[in-house]
């Protein structure tokens, strides 16, 4: 079973730069209000200066991903969540940089204020442009040549700009890796019956997912609310095949999709405890394979020609297992997949084609922040300096409680009568996801599921209804 992932860690290094002696703070503030939709802007800070030391800082928004590119001088630069600069000490010389930056402004009506700080020594020039496409507007410029007094030994220089001066009319586009405004929901398929006490609930409609009959009326049913497919649990053809075919079945029926979500964790587990392996990763590599030999079926999910499958928890395996299994994948099984794994360790970013979440169970205040991080990570360097961009697939789940789960001591998430459930697909509309991914559709071990049940009614398949029809009305790529 999927348990709760978190996906999304800190994306810049943290910024410690001060005048020789001050206090310095390790810590980079998150915007904490929740908004309909994050707007973006690329811009470009130069800054030039023979000062002791200098830095440059944007408010009140949010830097969520940097370039520094072409800097001079023998002293290091600092980046971080609010911006950037360079401690060089006495006669260190002319330094010069310029970053580039996507930055949002989480307060639609605050102005942006570009500060220049310097020292006492020598002068500092700020040059700032608005960025869109290849064409680079200058939107401000600010200048500091003072030196020491017997009162000062810091001086400042600030620049107020309108948000609209600052960031444009339009939000700076991120590239869309698959056109489809896919839903997907998180499918668990060993419910052949419902009788164990650690259900937080029970369906409605008790269906099993060991037959024909009850698969394709829970796909029948997913598709009225706007799911486009399943994404479903898989520990291999002996523990999954069965029950794969049957939602591959279904889903070919219907007009739907379906892929599987490898389950790292377990095949390593399974491999820690089974004869001796070629290679750590080998059982890893074998499910894959397994799953592989059904994307032949039409209903099979690809993009652009290449099978998709999720991965949960691609830090089980380290990042040579990865590259070692996805070798033997072309080299033996002449094979490619695409993998959207949930690692944000720029380790494991070289054999992700995608990323996403397993769980949503932030706080209300910081989903839309995490989101849009996590957005960046996949897209920003596209933006930045023409990195190959990937997808984002976001999560969206009506609540969580796992308490009846013997051992289970996770975060209990309150449904608050479907104000979760809206408040998780507002902050994936404005992380601009590329597809959505619904956790879950029948995790009844943690009450995730939006497939009605005797507690929690139908309400979480109508909002599904409601939120994908927004979806795909107000979600395509460039809309504001």
């Known amino acids: 079973m999927a348990g709760v992932a978190a996906l999304v860690g800190t994306l810049l290094p ?28 690329h811009l470009r800070i130069r800054l030039v200066t023979d000062s002791d030391w200098a830095s440059v800082q944007l408010s009140p928004g949010t830097i969520l991903r940097a370039r520094l590119s072409a800097p001079a001088g023998s002293h290091a630069w600092r980046v971080g969540g609010h911006g950037f600069g360079v401690a060089g000490g006495p006669g260190a010389g002319r330094q010069q940089a310029t970053l580039d930056v996507l930055y ?15 020292g006492d020594i020598g002068a500092a020039r700020v040059t700032a442009w ?15 040549a003072l030196h020491a007094t017997p009162h000062r030994s810091t001086f400042e220089r600030q620049l107020t700009l309108s948000r609209q001066s600052a960031m444009g009319l339009r939000s700076t586009a991120l590239p869309s890796v698959d056109p489809r405004r896919l839903v997907l929901a998180f499918y668990y398929p060993w419910y052949a019956g419902y009788r164990s006490p650690a259900l ?33 649990s898989w520990h291999g053809s002996a523990s999954d095949g069965h029950h794969f075919r049957l939602a591959l079945e279904a889903a070919r029926r219907y007009h739907q999709l379906v892929t599987g979500y ?47 499958v999720f991965v949960y928890q691609m830090s089980a395996l380290s990042p040579a297992g990865w590259r ?45 922040r995490v ?20 997808l984002y697939a976001a999560t969206v789940s009506p609540g969580f409680d796992d308490r009846r789960v013997p051992g289970r001591h996770d975060r209990v998430v309150s449904r608050r009568h479907g104000a979760r459930y809206r408040e998780t697909w507002r902050a994936a509309r404005a992380a601009r996801a590329d597809w959505v991914l619904v956790t879950s559709w029948n995790e009844w071990y943690e009450d995730t599921e939006i497939e009605p049940g005797r507690l929690t009614g139908a309400r979480a398949l109508r909002q599904t209804r409601h939120f994908t029809r927004q979806w795909e009305r107000k979600s395509a790529p460039g809309a504001g």
């Open 262 to 308: 490898l389950e790292t964790p377990a095949a390593m587990s399974t491999e820690s405890v089974a004869r001796r392996l070629v290679f750590p990763g080998e059982q890893v590599l074998s499910w894959l394979v397994q799953l592989l030999d059904y994307s032949r079926n039409r209903a099979f999910l690809h993009s652009h020609g290449v099978p998709v």
């Open 104 to 118: 949002t402004n989480f307060d639609r009506r605050a102005p942006v204020r570009i500060q220049l700080t310097k």
């Open 371 to 390: 989101a849009v991080d996590a957005s960046l990570l996949a897209k920003g360097g596209a933006v930045l300096d023409g990195a190959r961009p990937r």
């Open 200 to 232: 937080a609930d029970r369906p409605r409609d008790a269906r099993s997912t060991d037959t024909a009959r009850g698969v394709a009326s829970l796909t029948r049913q997913a598709k009225r609310a706007g799911v486009n497919g399943f994404v479903v």
């Open 324 to 368: 070692q299994a996805l070798h033997l994948l072309r080299v033996r099984y002449h094979r490619r997949v695409h993998l959207v794994g949930d690692s944000t360790d720029p380790a494991y970013l070289p054999f992700e084609w995608g990323v996403h979440r397993y769980a949503a169970t932030e706080p209300a205040g910081q989903l839309t």
């Open 130 to 144: 608005r960025v869109s496409g290849d064409d680079a507007v200058r939107i401000g410029r600010l200048r500091d």
């Open 14 to 41: 943290t910024l410690v730069w001060a005048p020789p002696g001050a206090a310095t703070s390790s810590r980079v503030k998150t915007a904490s209000n929740p908004v309909s939709r994050a707007y973006f802007a």
